[in-house]
């Protein structure tokens, strides 16, 4: 897409939103309700609507009694994340509406990529259908079964462009090309938001990492991206731009450099570039800890980067607590405004009362919903539809697939029968007990008619150690690697046919997963050339 093109529609949209003063209000109905619910509210509380912490690592046995409770009672948090389950989020929600002094409800968010408890296709995957009434499809199903279980915020799309596959996170996104991409994003938007939040199974879309997360230099994750602002134009920034078009509701910033300049403290990319040329009035958070990895990073230290973001354009800290906790000594210091501030907590209580929050705090909350939406047979059989578009059959010679129901097949391989590594990476709020694994889902199909054989046949790695960092939270049984091999090439001479089940581990690719190499792994591919 042209410079000039991107630029005409930016100009649109600024026409479209200019008129409302909050920057991205839905109507005037919603401006003076939360003009009238700053006015009573004090500093603390304000700089607390900014502030996301991870639930996860702050509630512990009983969420009444824990850290993340009393920041609730005390109203020092905006919304929490990664606390699953509809009791824990209600638990927390009543805290925050019954027991706070002006009842803000809470957002609650979580990392739903490609499913909730039925789990879809990686992203990555999903794109190879070229099928966005299918992507739609998968993003209103985890809509509903997230939305079920409590939660009102999903962290995705990742919508960034990937040029280079060593890059862990490209699972994650719709791969290289910015017009896929693109369409991509706007099936992702419709599909969580749905008829602009109104239903109770409509959550709230944040389109990330903005921006240009995925041009990082190596492949290596969290690392500089250096490039001329024609490329970024027509190479990267299309899919973003979708995404706020579709009316995406939040979007994260991102943890790489730009021009020199963290994108959580780039005025350019979060004011210039996103709010003034695009028109977007959203809710903008920080991804994890950014703000205060700026300090790691040896731009300034945590107080110093909080003024950076804030100036910036971010709304909402996620964990580093740096608004929370420096924000109103610099604006003592005069280094920050109230008006910022301000704004920035607009946003954030805008985001809540789009959500209907504000007239329902509990919408999200119904345990029935919990009992009668997850994991159903309607969205398993969707699911499994889904997948068989997004497989990538590079060659069949004589028609050697679907195979034939008889005679003897061997299945043989790590991936064969490894039921904690089926749902594939970030997919941290699945069920594995619930899901088959690849061998018993062939012995299910052949019935009878032929004969299942297994084998292992290898260890993911030789090495031990390299592959316990390869398959992290979701380590396999390990055997000697001689004695794997042998097995598998008896099982195979007793066969008509050999199913080989290699590849990567759930954990080999996503976040902080890059790698120096794509081929098959060492103990593997020689499994594979002893097969053949």
């Not at 304000?46 to 409770?69: A, C, F, I, W, Y």
């Not at 009035?281 to 230290?301: C, F, Q």
Request: with cysteine.
């Amino acid at each position: 897409m042209k410079i000039r093109n991107l630029i005409s529609c930016a100009l649109c949209g600024l026409t479209l939103f200019a008129c409302s003063p909050s920057g991205g209000g839905k109507d005037r109905e919603m401006d003076r309700f939360i003009t009238d619910l700053m006015d009573r509210m004090t500093l603390r509380e304000k700089l607390g609507q900014l502030n996301l912490p991870s639930g996860g690592d702050l509630v512990t046995g009983s969420v009444m009694n824990g850290e993340l409770s009393d920041m609730i009672r005390k109203q020092e948090i905006g919304g929490f994340f990664n606390v699953k389950g509809i009791q824990k989020i209600n638990a927390l929600q009543h805290l925050a509406v019954e027991e706070s002094r002006l009842k803000i409800p809470l957002l609650v968010g979580a990392d739903v990529i490609h499913g909730y408890e039925t789990i879809f296709p990686i992203p990555l995957a999903l794109s190879c259908s070229w099928d966005t009434l299918a992507v739609e499809r998968m993003a209103r199903i985890s809509a509903i079964e997230a939305s079920a279980d409590g939660i009102n915020w999903t962290f995705s799309p990742m919508v960034d462009i990937c040029r280079d596959a060593r890059w862990g996170r490209i699972a994650e996104g719709n791969g290289e090309d910015p017009y896929l991409g693109s369409l991509m994003a706007k099936a992702y938007v419709r599909g969580y938001q749905g008829n602009n939040m109104q239903g109770n199974d409509e959550i709230l879309a944040c389109v990330k990492h903005f921006a240009l997360y995925g041009a990082s230099e190596s492949g290596r994750d969290y690392n500089t991206v250096d490039m001329s602002r024609l490329r970024m134009y027509n190479e990267y920034l299309a899919p973003y731009k979708a995404a706020v078009d579709a009316g995406v509701g939040s979007i994260m910033s991102s943890f790489n450099i730009v021009d020199g300049i963290p994108a959580t403290a780039n005025k350019w990319l979060l004011t210039d570039l996103l709010r003034n040329e695009w028109g977007f009035g959203g809710l903008l958070v920080t991804d994890y800890n950014s703000i205060a990895e700026m300090s790691s990073h040896g731009v300034a230290p945590l107080k110093e980067a909080s003024i950076r973001a804030l100036q910036a354009g971010t709304d909402m800290d996620m964990v580093s607590c740096g608004f929370l906790n420096t924000l109103e000594e610099s604006l003592k210091e005069a280094k920050v405004t109230e008006e910022q501030i301000n704004m920035a907590c607009r946003r954030v209580l805008e985001a809540k009362y789009k959500l209907g929050l504000f007239s329902n705090p509990y919408k999200y909350c119904d345990a029935l919903r919990a009992k009668e939406k997850l994991y159903t047979p309607e969205h398993r059989s969707a699911a499994r539809a889904i997948a068989a578009e997004t497989f990538v059959l590079l060659k069949n010679d004589n028609n050697l697939l679907p195979l034939e129901q008889k005679g003897r097949i061997a299945l043989i391989g790590p991936m064969a029968d490894a039921r904690n590594n089926m749902c594939g990476m970030w997919s941290m709020t699945c069920t594995p007990s619930r899901h088959r694994t690849l061998l018993e889902g062939i012995r299910a199909a052949a019935g009878d008619k032929a004969e299942i054989l297994y084998a292992k046949g290898s260890n993911i790695y030789y090495d031990a150690e390299t592959e316990k960092a390869a398959t992290g939270i979701r380590p396999l049984e390990r055997g000697d690697n001689r004695e794997l091999l042998d097995e598998a090439l008896r099982v195979a001479s007793r066969s008509d046919i050999i199913v080989a089940a290699l590849g990567e581990c759930a954990e080999m690719s996503g976040e902080s997963a890059s790698r120096t190499s794509l081929e098959i792994p060492d103990a593997q591919q020689d499994l594979l050339k002893a097969l053949v």
